[in-house]
C-alpha cells in the first residue's frame, strides 16, 4: 500500500462528479484542496469557540486567543524562524505589498530593484508602485526560450548592478521551475540587497527552512498548502521587519492613541490591524497539523513519481509543446498543443470532468516572453492519482480527435 496514495481519502471534494463525470481536479496551484481535518477545525470555531481574539477576559477568547497564537508558533516552527517574525496578512499578494510598501519609502533615484521574468503580477505590481513612488529603476533576471530562469545571467546582474531589492520566486505558478533562490540570496547578500522570495506555489511542496535560505523576506498562502483562503503570511527578519513602516491602520497595532498622536506596537502586531481572520488562521493550523505528520521524503518522492508519470504521458502525444524547467519541478506542466487555443481545449477537458487551468496564469511578461497566448497547465499534488493522470490523458486525447475532427 502507498502511504501517501491513501491519503486522498482525506480530501472529501475529490469525490464529486461535475456533470456526471468524475471529477480529476488538476488545479492545485490555482487553490489545493482541504483536508476534512481543515473543514472540521473551522466549523469547530464557529460551533464552539467564536469569539475575538486578544480582546477579551472570558473564557471564549482566551481560549480562542491561545488557539490562534499557538498557531504562528507552528508556522514559525515549520518554517524554522521565530514566532515574532511571522505576520498574519490575508495571502502572498498582501504580503508583498507590505514590504514593497515599505521599502519604496528608503529607496531613491537610482536605486535599482530586480525582479525575474518568471514572477507572478502580485510579484511586479507592487515594485512598479515602489519605483514609481521612490524613482528607483525596475530591472529583470531574464529566461531563456523556455522559460528557464538563465540564473548565470541573473547572478551577473545582481553582482553589476548592485540592486538594493532582489525579488524573485521560489517556484515558478506558471511552469513549476524550482529556481535556485539559494544562489540568489547568496549573491544578493554580497551586494547588500534586501531579499524577498514568494513561496505561494513553494510551500506545499518544498518545505522551504527560512534559516537555512537565510532570505530577509518570504511570503506564502495557506489555500496554496491544504488551508482556507484569505489567510497567508509574512516572514520577515525581525530587524528588518519591525523596520518596516506602518501598513494599515486601525485598533490592535496600537500602542496608545490620543486625537493628537499614536504610537504603534512592535511587529508582528504593527502590522495586523482590526480582527484578524481567526478561522482563517485556525484552519491553516490544521493544515500544518496534518503536513508535519506526512514524512516529507516520501511526499516529495510519490509527487515526483506522479509530474514524471504526467510528463511522459504528455510527451508521447504528437503535437504536444511543454515549457518550463522539466528537471527541477515542483510538479507543474504548462504545454499547447500545436496552434490550437488553449481555451478550447480546457473547455473541452472540462467536460470530461478534468480541471486544469487555462490562460496567462497571472504572469502576462512571462508569456509574452515565451512568445505565446496563453497555456494549459497541470498542476500536481500529493492527493492527485496516476488513475487521474489516466483519465486527463484520455480525455486530452479525446478533445484532440474532436478537434481535428
Not at 5 to 11: G, K, N, P, T, Y
Amino acid at each position: 500500500m502507498n502511504i501517501i496514495a491513501e491519503l486522498r481519502h482525506d480530501f472529501p471534494l475529490l469525490t464529486r462528479t461535475v456533470d456526471g463525470q468524475p471529477l480529476i481536479y488538476l488545479d492545485s496551484g490555482a487553490t489545493s484542496q482541504k483536508p476534512q481535518c481543515v473543514i472540521d477545525e473551522i466549523n469547530d470555531f464557529y460551533r464552539k469557540n467564536n469569539a475575538n481574539v486578544h480582546r477579551g477576559l472570558h473564557s471564549l477568547s482566551e481560549i480562542t486567543t491561545s488557539k490562534y497564537e499557538q498557531v504562528r508558533v507552528k508556522l514559525a516552527k515549520y518554517l524554522a524562524v521565530s514566532a515574532q517574525e511571522i505576520v498574519w496578512t490575508s495571502g502572498a499578494t498582501e504580503s508583498i505589498n507590505i514590504v514593497a510598501a515599505g521599502i519604496a519609502k528608503s529607496l531613491s533615484q537610482g536605486d535599482i530593484i530586480l525582479i525575474s521574468a518568471l514572477e507572478h503580477h502580485a510579484n511586479i505590481v507592487p515594485w512598479q508602485q515602489a519605483a514609481k513612488l521612490s524613482g528607483a529603476s525596475l530591472q529583470v533576471m531574464p529566461v531563456d526560450q523556455q522559460g528557464v530562469l538563465d540564473l548565470a545571467s541573473a547572478l551577473d546582474m545582481i553582482a553589476q548592478l548592485q540592486p538594493k531589492v532582489v525579488a524573485c520566486t521560489h517556484a515558478s505558478n506558471t511552469l513549476g521551475n524550482i529556481n535556485d533562490v539559494e544562489a540568489i540570496i547568496k549573491a544578493a547578500k554580497k551586494a547588500d540587497a534586501v531579499t524577498v522570495i514568494d513561496g505561494a506555489q513553494a510551500f506545499l511542496h518544498l518545505r522551504p527552512n527560512l534559516s537555512h535560505l537565510d532570505c530577509d523576506f518570504y511570503v506564502g498562502s495557506a489555500h496554496k498548502a491544504l488551508g482556507p483562503t484569505g489567510v497567508g503570511f509574512l516572514f520577515g527578519k525581525y530587524n528588518k521587519l519591525n523596520a518596516l513602516p506602518i501598513f494599515k491602520t486601525g485598533g490592535e497595532m496600537i500602542e496608545t492613541v490620543t486625537f493628537s498622536t499614536t504610537t504603534y506596537r512592535n511587529a508582528p502586531a504593527k502590522f495586523e490591524p482590526g480582527t484578524p481572520n481567526i478561522s482563517g488562521v485556525l484552519g491553516f493550523g490544521a493544515a500544518l497539523d496534518y503536513l508535519d505528520n506526512i514524512d516529507y521524503d516520501r511526499l516529495q518522492t510519490y509527487e515526483q513519481a506522479l509530474f514524471r508519470y504526467c510528463l511522459d504521458a504528455l510527451q508521447n502525444i504528437e503535437g504536444i509543446t511543454i515549457y518550463g524547467d522539466t528537471e527541477n519541478n515542483i510538479g507543474t506542466i504548462s504545454f499547447n498543443y500545436r496552434a490550437e487555443h488553449h481555451y478550447d481545449i480546457a473547455t473541452l477537458l472540462n467536460s470530461y470532468g478534468v480541471a486544469l487551468r487555462s490562460g496567462h496564469h497571472c504572469t502576462q511578461p512571462l508569456i509574452s516572453e515565451l512568445g505565446i497566448a496563453g497555456t494549459l497547465r497541470v498542476s500536481l499534488a500529493f492527493y492527485n492519482s496516476h488513475a487521474d493522470v489516466d483519465a486527463f490523458i484520455s480525455a486530452l486525447k479525446s478533445s484532440i480527435e474532436l478537434i481535428e475532427g
